[in-house]
């Protein structure tokens, strides 16, 4: 299967902690992009991070990518209330113009 | 700039009725894209589509689901004789090029309810 994993597949922290989610794939990507959904919502997009960059940061977000190990971390920093929803990460194959998702990390911030 | 539109946003149909989804993409793409999200899943990709042609419909059932996106109007997903397992989200992207370079904006989904 071309699909990865995404871990843990939730998450609970308190206000102001930091989140850390990952996601893991098989094959070689061509680029990977970062989503949020809230409930029952559509997504939205957060980070594009192509398969040359190793680091990207948007606000209190960081995407990090290591194409060796395939794998790619989302770092919410300061979390907030507001940063409750289900993360998504979406790989983007050589040659497919198709993006494949992992089934989320659901994140719950604990005021 | 309006994002991309779906509607409607919220359809009920009975088992053996027809489904017609829109989606009316950011101005200025050409590339639309439907995925269905069954509950506490991922998002999985059905077809890919530019002006009047059908790029990639790997992921369409083969029966009873087609798509198109025409020269002028939104693009529609259409379901013919739903049953009970097509009740999902159905989501609609655009991008101004292709995956490997931009990104795919999405759409605030169209809910299917199959009685």
């Known amino acids: 299967s071309q699909q990865g994993e995404e871990d843990p597949q939730a998450l609970s922290i308190q206000e102001g902690e930091n989140a850390t989610m990952n996601c893991s794939y098989k094959?070689?990507?061509?680029?990977l992009q970062w989503y949020r959904q809230n409930s029952g919502r559509g997504l939205v997009h957060l980070i594009l991070?192509?398969?040359?960059?190793r680091e990207k940061h948007s606000g209190r977000l960081r995407v990090t990518l290591d194409t060796s190990k395939k794998s790619s971390s989302l770092l919410i920093t300061a979390s907030r209330a507001a940063d409750t929803a289900s993360y998504f990460c979406?790989?983007?194959?050589?040659?497919?113009?198709?993006?494949?998702f992992g089934t989320g990390t659901r994140l719950t911030i604990i005021p | 700039n309006a994002g991309v539109m779906q509607n409607p946003r919220h359809l009920v149909r009975r088992r053996g009725q027809e489904a017609r989804l829109r989606c009316s993409p950011m101005?200025?793409?050409?590339?639309v894209y439907w995925y269905r999200q069954l509950p506490e899943e991922g998002l999985k990709f059905m077809v890919y589509?530019?002006?009047?042609?059908?790029?990639?419909e790997s992921g369409m059932p083969k029966e009873r689901f087609s798509a198109e996106f025409p020269k002028e109007g939104p693009s529609i997903l259409r379901i013919q004789q739903v049953v009970r397992g097509d009740s999902a989200a159905y989501f609609c992207?655009?991008?101004?090029?292709?995956?490997?370079?931009?990104?795919?904006?999405f759409g605030p989904g169209t809910r299917l309810t199959v009685l």
């Open positions: 094959t070689s990507i061509n680029n």
């Open positions: 589509l530019q002006k009047e042609n059908i790029i990639d």
């Open positions: 992207a655009s991008s101004g090029a292709r995956t490997s370079t931009d990104t795919q904006y």
């Open positions: 979406a790989r983007a194959i050589f040659g497919n113009e198709k993006l494949t």
């Open positions: 101005k200025g793409h050409s590339h």
């Open positions: 991070i192509r398969s040359n960059e």
